[in-house]
């Protein structure tokens, strides 16, 4: 059974940063790509970034110079460094994992506020 646990969320001011990180158990050897995700209230989820296992990553628009997406090899976490942080980027943050038999992998979020 495979597990994701997230974690690091919080509330920060505008410009401030933030580090996510997501903690993958079970049978996860097979993976595609793990990812973040977000939803603000009343709007649909989206995609935040995403590494594959050969280590590319994506990135929203919206995010690109501001976020990095890593993975921690040792640790089994896939982690999301949130800089310079602004109001529109408050939303649940979930973890993501899609594995190449096409199971696809949520995390229960993490909350971000980013409020003066």
């Known amino acids: 059974q495979v597990q994701l646990v997230e974690s690091g969320g919080g509330v920060v001011q505008p410009g401030e940063s933030l580090r996510l990180s997501c903690a993958a158990s079970g049978s996860i050897f097979s993976f595609n790509a793990m990812g973040w995700y977000r939803q603000a209230p009343g709007k649909e989820r989206e995609l935040v970034a995403t590494?594959?296992?050969?280590?590319?990553?994506n990135y929203a628009d919206s995010v690109k110079g501001r976020f990095t997406i890593f993975r921690d090899i040792i640790k089994n976490t896939v982690n999301l460094q949130m800089n310079s942080l602004k109001p529109e980027d408050t939303a649940v943050y979930y973890c993501?994992?899609?594995?190449?038999?096409?199971?696809?992998?949520w995390g229960k979020g993490t909350l971000v506020t980013v409020s003066s």
């Open positions: 993501n994992l899609d594995l190449l038999n096409g199971m696809i992998y």
């Open positions: 590494i594959t296992r050969g280590f590319m990553t």
